[in-house]
């Protein structure tokens, strides 16, 4: 089992630039859920999605957020335009049911 | 609605002293309860559960949590400390009744083990 994969694992741009963050969950994990974790607000759920279909967007800072789930085994999370308040650690989680399990997060800087 | 509080954002211990990172949760029902702990870039690995069986529960690397319902506490404890465990430690509730993995998190205890 190679866990919930994440790419990239570090990502730095330019203010007002896409960025795209991608997950692969758990082969078999019903459950895929978008955390960031920063000094200031420590760990916020942006998104959560069960069996490929959104159920909560509500920590979703603002509409320049996106997250979709084409399909069971790969979500992404975009960001356009990234501004330098973005900066943070994009951890991607998966289960089904219960414990989740964690990626190794995307370090984004947006400079 | 459903929350978590962990008391004290750093606790520092000793090599060799006891660990005691506090955990309180707020609900109506007794949910299911888990602690994680994050190592320096790296995501967050579950340390033990509990999930209404028995309510002292052993995790991985020594660490036990008890579950105490009269207090609505989930306090994380090992009896002796190792360099090795200074990491950030998280507690998280989530709901008994939800068909989702859906967690609440606590902000976070950083533990700091001097030798």
């Known amino acids: 089992d190679a866990g919930v994969i994440q790419s990239p694992r570090h990502e730095v741009t330019e203010m007002g630039q896409e960025v795209t963050l991608r997950c692969k969950p758990i082969s078999g994990h019903n459950s895929l859920f978008w955390y960031r974790q920063t000094m200031m607000r420590g760990l916020e759920l942006l998104i959560y999605f069960n069996n490929n279909v959104p159920i909560d967007d509500s920590g979703m800072p603002e509409d320049r957020f996106s997250a979709k789930m084409p399909n069971a085994s790969f979500s992404t999370l975009k960001i356009q335009p990234s501004e330098p308040r973005d900066s943070a650690v994009y951890f991607c989680?998966?289960?089904?049911?219960?414990?989740?399990?964690f990626g190794n997060g995307t370090r984004l800087t947006v400079t | 609605a459903q929350s978590v509080t962990q008391l004290g954002s750093h606790v520092s211990v000793s090599e060799g002293a006891l660990v005691l990172l506090r955990c309180n949760y707020s609900?109506?029902?007794?949910?299911?309860l888990f602690w994680y702990v994050q190592y320096p870039n790296q995501g967050l690995q579950l340390l033990l559960k509990y999930t209404s069986a028995a309510t002292l529960v052993k995790g991985i690397n020594g660490f036990e949590a008890e579950f105490k319902k009269s207090e609505t506490s989930f306090h994380l404890t090992k009896p002796s400390a190792h360099m090795s465990d200074a990491a950030e430690y998280f507690c998280?509730?989530?709901?008994?009744?939800?068909?989702?993995?859906?967690?609440?998190f606590g902000q976070g205890t950083t533990l700091q083990v001097k030798p």
């Open positions: 998280a509730a989530k709901s008994s009744s939800s068909n989702t993995g859906k967690l609440i």
């Open positions: 609900s109506s029902v007794p949910p299911y």
């Open positions: 989680a998966s289960g089904i049911n219960s414990p989740l399990h």
